[in-house]
């Protein structure tokens, strides 16, 4: 009765073992695993599955051949899952890539602003330096100026010395010549002449050496009131530059908190560079005290300081206070 449905077959075998049982569970097995297959992917576009059609057939008959054609399914749906996976990965890998490419950019600008900031800093040190060097040139150029003019100065009195020197050399000449022409006929009347001139020429020298003198004396006191000025001011600065210091130690020794460790003996140098402003340029380690907490705790100390106490006149904080030493010692601060 092959193409027609028969209500009982009867193969001599139990009901879990006849071949329609068979053929029935598996294809219940391949349209579970099509259907899972399905709930997998994305929802996309999907031509509908094909019918699947059974037929009752005896244990001699062949198994249709339509049975097939749900694995040849299931291997296309896997196919196509496999390729939609390889497509995900490689959107990630590609995702990744940009990431990593985004970071590298990022990195490079921060080293180039970075670079840059180095660069601003060192041109704005080379500034300062130039500036201190060109006030340094300007004070080295004005002593030499004011030198020259000394010098200037004492050639051109000698100058006038020698010329005053020669014209009464010349007229003591001129004298004795007409003392000599006339002494004959007014030997009488040339005397008196001559002696009038000596006294006169006396009185000449005297008044040539008197203001000689007296231009003497105002160069020496010109000299020593320069001298005591510059002593007034180099006595000034030294004050002035003991009181800051003064202040600094003590700003320094609030933030200095010395380590247990301490011992006599130990002691740390920092060389300390400041701004006009009195803000801290630069500080470093001049000399270590070979105790490591101790060399720190000095570091600290001088960075913690948020302004220095620096004095307003320029000369005086380049002299004394543009760089300078700290040293700490477990008694305190030199």
């Known amino acids: 009765m092959i193409g027609h449905e028969r209500e009982d077959i009867s193969t001599g075998h139990a009901p879990w073992k006849s071949p329609i049982a068979f053929s029935v569970g598996l294809h219940a097995l391949i349209i ?36 097939v054609e749900p694995v040849e399914q299931v291997d296309r749906e896997q196919e196509r899952k496999l390729e939609e996976q390889k497509r995900r990965e490689e959107q990630k890998r590609q995702e990744e890539a940009r990431r990593q ?15 840059a900031e180095r660069k601003k800093q060192e041109a704005e040190r080379r500034k300062r330096e130039e500036e201190a060097a060109r006030a340094k040139e300007a004070a080295r150029l004005k002593a030499e100026a004011e030198a020259k003019e000394r010098e200037r100065r004492k050639a051109e009195e000698e100058k006038r010395k020698e010329e005053a ?26 005397e008196r002449k001559r002696e009038e001139a000596e006294r006169r020429l006396k009185e000449q020298q005297l008044e040539a050496l008197a203001e000689q003198a007296r231009k003497a004396e105002e160069a020496e ?46 002691k740390t140098t920092l060389s300390i560079t400041l701004l006009p402003t009195g803000e801290l ?18 570091l600290s100390a001088a960075r913690a300081v948020g302004r220095y106490p620096v004095p307003d006149d320029r000369q005086t904080f380049e002299q004394y206070f543009r760089q300078f030493t700290l040293e700490f010692t477990p008694g305190g601060l030199q």
């Open 221 to 266: 006191a010109r000299r020593q009131a320069e001298a005591a000025a510059a002593r007034a001011k180099e006595a000034q600065m030294l004050t002035e530059a003991e009181k800051y210091r003064a202040l600094i130690y003590e700003r320094v020794r609030r933030e200095w908190y010395k380590p247990s460790s301490a011992t006599e003996g130990l």
């Open 165 to 190: 020197r020669r014209k009464a050399e010349e007229e003591k000449r001129r004298q004795e010549e007409q003392r000599r022409r006339e002494e004959e006929a007014r030997r009488k009347e040339a």
């Open 32 to 67: 579970g695993v099509a259907l899972a297959g399905w709930s997998w992917t994305s929802p996309e576009q999907e031509p509908p599955p094909r019918s699947i059609s059974a037929r009752l057939i005896t244990q001699q008959q062949p198994i249709p051949s339509e049975v």
């Open 281 to 298: 340029a630069n500080v470093r380690m001049v000399g270590s005290s070979g105790n490591a907490a101790f060399d720190n705790t000095a």
């Open 101 to 115: 490419a985004e970071a590298e950019k990022k990195r490079q600008e921060e080293a180039a602003r970075k670079e």
